[in-house]
């Protein structure tokens, strides 16, 4: 089971819209067979059934034990993921373009970038399980909290000084085995975590 998987398949990705398949599919974090879930969701067996199908038919859900009772084998179904993303793809038509306005103020970009990242780290997260090879990958997360407008924006020179440094100093453009990788910074408003705080709002903003 992967820990998160991408979906860039439009009628995956329908599927999951579907309130009673979503439960369904945090439900089967663990293995459970349609009667158990009937029982959990108050729904009837041959209505799970017909959700459980569409599921498997996308590759939502996997088998994962057979087991007979009697004339009835009990299918043991389990999600293939803990998680799931839509990826951007799904929409490939009107997804948004990070080349296409390059503004590093632009919330707009930010989310262009963000759906970039979905979409390349999806696909090679599917490439790498099916070549059953490690992705290597790096993610750092942190807070801060500025004084005033003009801290932040210090921070955000000063930061940007130092990512095209490293860049400088590390990228090898005649490396005949070097491989590619792309760097994000992103730094936004920490959404609201109670009343009055961290609200990105305020006379400096």
């Known amino acids: 089971m992967l820990d998160v998987a991408v979906i860039d398949n439009p009628a995956a990705a329908e599927t999951t819209l579907d309130p009673m398949r979503a439960r ?11 009667t158990m879930l009937a029982a959990r969701v108050g729904l009837a067996r041959q209505k799970i059934n017909y959700h459980l199908r569409e599921l498997e038919r996308h590759g939502l859900i996997e088998l994962v034990e057979e087991r007979k009772k009697g004339n009835v084998t009990e299918r043991l179904m389990r999600a293939t993921a803990r ?13 948004p373009d990070p080349a296409r306005s390059p503004d590093r103020l632009s919330a707009g970009w930010l989310l262009a970038l963000a759906t970039r990242l979905v979409r390349e780290v999806g696909a090679q997260i599917a490439g790498a399980r099916q070549a ?13 909290r500025f004084a005033n407008a003009a801290d932040r924006a210090a921070f955000a020179e ?29 730094l936004h408003p920490s959404p609201k975590t109670s009343a009055g705080e961290n609200t990105g709002e305020g006379k400096d903003s």
Do not use: C, M, W
Not at 88 to 94: H, K, N
Not at 132 to 144: Q, S
Not at 159 to 182: I, K, Q, W
């Open 24 to 34: 369904l599919l945090a439900e089967l974090a663990e293995p459970a067979s349609a």
């Open 83 to 95: 998680s799931y993303v839509i990826s951007p793809a799904v929409l490939a038509a009107v997804q």
């Open 132 to 144: 059953r090879k490690p992705l290597a990958t790096f993610g750092l997360d942190a807070e801060v």
């Open 158 to 186: 000063e930061l940007t000084a130092a990512a095209a440094e490293l860049v400088s100093r590390y990228h090898d453009e005649n490396a005949p085995r070097g491989r590619d990788h792309r760097v994000v910074i992103a």
